[in-house]
């Protein structure tokens, strides 16, 4: 199982109205950033938002 908490209040995910970025850009980009890390072999990971804030975190279980 892929568990994936990403905690969308902050300023990278929302537009210049303050309502969620409906285009989605910054999910995807931390979802990209996932896949990577999988390729790598990773099993778990901090989810980081643009601006550097930790927004939350992945973890792949058997």
């Given at each position: 199982m892929l568990k994936?908490?990403?905690k969308t209040g902050g300023a990278a995910y929302r537009n210049e109205d303050g309502e969620l970025d409906r285009s989605?850009?910054?999910?995807?980009?931390n979802l990209k950033?996932?896949?990577e890390k999988l390729e790598?072999?990773?099993?778990?990971?901090?989810?980081?938002d643009i601006n550097g804030n930790k927004v939350g975190n992945w973890t792949l279980e058997d």
């Open positions: 994936i908490e990403i989605a850009y910054e999910l995807r980009r950033e996932i896949e790598y072999g990773y099993q778990a990971g901090y989810i980081m």
